[in-house]
């Protein structure tokens, strides 16, 4: 019953993820009656990639994927997709706060570690099988 109802709340956060980064104004009307406009829709697509790495990272797998594996890959599909969009964002003008490029190099340089851990759990592990 548990992994049912953890593969059911995963699978409807990634599709509400889904449609935030899509169509963050849409999911702020429908959910609160107005739209987002400006940076809002940029904070939505955030809280998007936020809910995507949420709904990874408690989707109920197999036996042999154990909880720090889960966690490393919500973590790494976390960094990868802000690093992706905040990059994105500084190079098509439309952001350019000073802790911008400097956060948007943090969160690649953590992309990178997250995906040597998991690279290199997923290689380790199958060695020992």
């Known amino acids: 019953m548990t992994a049912k109802l953890l593969r059911l709340a995963s699978v409807l956060e990634i599709l509400t993820a889904l449609v935030l980064v899509i169509a963050p104004s849409?999911?702020?009307?429908?959910?609160?009656?107005?739209?987002?406009?400006?940076?809002?829709?940029?904070?939505?697509?955030?809280?998007g990639v936020a809910l995507l790495s949420l709904g990874?990272?408690?989707?109920?797998?197999?036996?042999?994927?154990?909880?720090?594996?889960q966690a490393v890959l919500g973590m790494l599909t976390y960094n990868t997709l802000i690093a992706i969009y905040l990059i994105y964002l500084g190079l098509r003008g439309g952001a350019g706060g000073v802790a911008l490029w400097p956060?948007?190099?943090?969160?690649?340089?953590?992309?990178?570690?997250?995906?040597?851990?998991?690279f290199k759990g997923r290689f380790l592990g199958s060695l020992q099988s």
């Open 26 to 47: 849409a999911v702020a009307w429908l959910i609160l009656g107005d739209g987002a406009l400006g940076t809002g829709i940029a904070l939505g697509r955030i809280a």
């Open 56 to 69: 990874v990272a408690c989707y109920p797998r197999s036996l042999t994927i154990g909880n720090l594996d």
């Open 103 to 118: 956060v948007a190099t943090i969160h690649a340089v953590l992309a990178l570690l997250f995906a040597q851990a998991w």
